[in-house]
């Protein structure tokens, strides 16, 4: 059993950054994966990054790399996102979700549906 807790949100003006934080509690082995998700306001989750537990692979949406990066501390069993350059379209809630996969390397799905535990989320307001 995995729990996680997200932290870091908050409001802030287009332009700025923001580090997003996702402690999980229980036994984190090197196959796990986890990833980050974004539901803006009226929207499904949908997928931002993910990054390997047990390995140093990295994986965005086309569409955020170079915008967002994922990292962890395995010592503090922590999981990051930084985000740059936030637009008002950034606004939602951002979740923090572990997938347990065969391998290290597999790549992480994007489908909410694959990933059996979740946070409650961390909401980030973008506006000015």
């Known amino acids: 059993q995995v729990q996680l807790v997200e932290s870091g949100g908050g409001m802030v003006q287009p332009g700025d950054s923001r580090r997003l934080s996702c402690t999980a509690s229980?036994?984190?082995?090197?196959?796990?994966?986890f990833a980050w998700f974004h539901r803006a306001p009226g929207q499904e989750r949908e997928f931002v990054a993910a990054?390997?537990?047990?390995?140093?692979?990295?994986y965005y949406e086309d569409s955020l790399e170079g915008q967002f990066t994922v990292s962890k501390d395995r010592t503090k069993n922590m999981v990051e996102l930084q985000m740059r350059s936030l637009k008002t379209n950034d606004t939602g809630i951002y979740y923090c979700?572990?997938?347990?996969?065969?391998?290290?390397?597999?790549?992480?799905?994007?489908?909410?549906?694959?990933?059996?535990?979740w946070g409650l989320g961390t909401q980030v307001i973008v506006s000015s």
């Open positions: 990054i390997s537990w047990g390995s140093d692979d990295t």
């Open positions: 229980g036994r984190l082995f090197d196959t796990y994966a």
């Open positions: 979700a572990v997938i347990r996969q065969s391998r290290p390397t597999t790549i992480p799905p994007k489908p909410i549906y694959e990933y059996e535990y």
